[in-house]
């Protein structure tokens, strides 16, 4: 019988050091640890609580009602000839779900300090995993935007087609922003309390509780070079009936978000190396 000699020799795993890219080979091959990340995430979230996932449901309905009374009934927003409360449930559905993104993703590796300390893993899994639990929020929250809209009889017209899209560009953009401000979140943890402060500002700044035509006319440039804009507005023509395709806005949201996942990306590779040591 042939003799099997084994080296006792250590073998040490590093990460790849430079600007290298993501190996989305490695990451697939992980898929089972990030699945088990964001089973994990969407039962530590709702925990020990009394109604469960039905907090899902009573956030966003909560803030459209309070929206609609004070912007709506007292404020007079502009809505596009569209009841206030689903005009505000179809700008919060998208945002909600991006800015959770935010808050997590850029928390996440943090939290996950033990695990990133002793196993080796791709660590672009835990942040994706913030992410992709989002998911499950987004798909309750859409069914009720569908069932308010069923309410106030407002269909979708043949627009709804492009729904997943708008969906893909927004998954992306979270994913991008969570990126940078996860591995910065590692070496500053300043970056975890700005971020909520940061997503807060940023809501401000969105057609979330108004519309994109309440800008005047010569602002709107400047105005859509945020690039959730373009996400707000598609998502809401994608939804609504009776809306001009926002073109221009969600061409200029589909390339930040690319530019963001890629220069994200790279940026989470050039870090990865000293997670471990400093997280």
Same mark, same amino acid.
């Given at each position: ?13 590093? +990460? ?13 091959? !992980?898929? *089972? ?7 994990? @995430?969407? =039962? ?14 009573? =956030?966003? %309905? ?17 809505? @596009?000839?569209?009841? !206030? ?8 559905? #998208? ?41 499950? @929020? ?28 708008? %969906? ?6 979270? %994913? ?10 590692? =070496?500053?943890? @300043?970056?975890?309390?700005?971020? +909520?402060?940061?997503? =807060? ?8 509780? !108004? ?15 945020? +690039? ?12 609504? #009936? ?29 870090? *990865? ?7």
């Amino acid at each position: 019988m042939a003799r099997v000699e084994l080296s006792s020799a250590p073998v040490r795993i590093r +990460p790849a050091r430079g600007w290298a890219g993501i190996n989305l080979r490695e990451v697939w091959a !992980y898929r *089972e640890l990030l699945f088990y990340l964001v089973w994990r @995430d969407v =039962q530590v979230r709702y925990k020990q609580t009394v109604i469960g996932v039905a907090w899902v449901v009573l =956030q966003p %309905l909560a803030t459209a009602v309070i929206f609609s009374i004070i912007f709506g009934n007292f404020a007079r927003m502009p809505s @596009d000839h569209l009841p !206030y409360a689903v005009f505000a449930m179809a700008g919060l559905t #998208p945002w909600n779900f991006f800015s959770g993104a935010l808050i997590r993703g850029s928390a996440s590796l943090v939290a996950n300090a033990n695990l990133i300390s002793k196993v080796y893993f791709p660590r672009l899994i835990v942040p994706a995993a913030g992410i992709l639990s989002g998911l499950v @929020d987004l798909a309750v929250v859409l069914v009720l935007l569908f069932f308010t809209m069923l309410f106030f009889r407002v269909v979708p017209g043949p627009a709804v087609l492009a729904l997943p899209l708008i %969906l893909l560009i927004t998954f992306g953009m979270g %994913l991008g922003v969570s990126l940078w401000l996860s591995a910065l979140n590692v =070496q500053y943890r @300043d970056v975890g309390y700005l971020t +909520p402060v940061l997503a =807060q500002m940023w809501m401000y700044a969105t057609p979330v509780i !108004y519309a994109s035509s309440l800008i005047p006319e010569k602002w709107r440039w400047v105005y859509a070079l945020n +690039p959730m804009v373009g996400v707000i507005d598609g998502f809401r023509w994608a939804v609504l #009936p009776g809306r001009p395709a926002p073109v221009a806005a969600l061409a200029f949201s589909t390339a930040v978000m690319v530019i963001l996942l890629v220069s994200g990306a790279l940026f989470f590779r050039r870090m *990865e190396d000293s997670f471990a040591d400093v997280v």
